[in-house]
């Protein structure tokens, strides 16, 4: 499996992708807002795309279909559920289905809903492997449930399946937010040192070769995946004095996601 992250450049910071079969030049396009770019560099490479598949339904995500299909005649994926606001879907995904990508690319859908409720990310069946997570997991943050979704569910997500995923597995988000989530994390969590070492990088980082971090990684710099930090805790129950003493991983999570949209 090759994998191509294309940094749009765009006001939104979004990133879009190529996963391509290395025998046979197939590809898959994930999101492909600017696909001036992903049809350009799928030619550099001599791939021809076959499939675009997206992650969810906002506009920043499937505002590329239409001219990448119209010059390839790729098939549309996307969530099952995702029909009505997303035209022209070919094959609606469910959790647990494979998409194959020529003969060597094996990816799996899973059902993760919070970002919006018809959002999906795909995980690779591969030797290390990586998940495009669309704007349910960014470096070092979550996706807000602003226009369709829901903090619990994004909650459920984390806590039910990338929790359970491993350290070593590469993550690919949906946009370029890394600096700012790891100001809010320090913001959250001032003595986490990691996090304040990696800004430094962060600030200077080339978003056309930007960092590709790993839930090891996360687990050490995402403040949605620290909900037991002590600290964490002590500057939540500033903002929220009348939190439970102990309170539940969930309301942590919500609580957290609540600052940081007002952040």
Request: charged share 20%; with cysteine; proline share 5%.
């Amino acid at each position: 499996m090759i994998v191509e992250q294309i940094w749009t450049g765009n006001a939104y910071r979004n990133f879009n992708y190529l996963i391509a079969c290395e025998e046979t030049g197939e590809a898959l396009a994930v999101d492909p807002l600017d696909h001036e770019k992903c049809l350009a560099r799928a030619r550099e490479l001599g791939w021809e795309i076959t499939q675009v598949l997206n992650t969810h339904e906002h506009p920043d995500h499937t505002g590329g279909n239409g001219a990448v299909i119209a010059a390839t005649g790729a098939r549309l994926l996307a969530h099952v559920n995702a029909r009505d606001s997303i035209p022209g879907i070919d094959r609606g995904l469910q959790a647990g289905d494979v998409i194959r990508v020529g003969k060597t690319v094996e990816l799996e859908a899973l059902d993760t809903p919070g970002h919006t409720m018809c959002h999906i990310c795909v995980l690779s069946h591969t030797e290390t492997p990586a998940l495009f997570c669309g704007d349910t997991l960014f470096n070092a943050g979550a996706g807000n449930c602003h226009h369709g979704g829901h903090p619990r569910q994004l909650y459920s997500t984390f806590a039910e399946q990338l929790a359970q995923l491993p350290e070593n597995t590469l993550i690919y988000p949906g946009h370029d937010y890394l600096a700012n989530n790891l100001a809010f994390t320090l913001d959250r969590e001032p003595d986490n040192e990691r996090a304040a070492s990696l800004l430094e990088q962060a600030q200077k980082q080339d978003p056309n070769q930007a960092l590709v971090s790993n839930m090891g990684l996360e687990r050490q710099i995402n403040t949605f995946m620290r909900l037991d930090s002590p600290t964490v805790m002590a500057r939540l129950r500033d903002a929220f004095p009348d939190l439970p003493e102990q309170p539940d991983a969930a309301t942590v999570f919500m609580k957290l996601r609540e600052l940081r949209n007002n952040w």
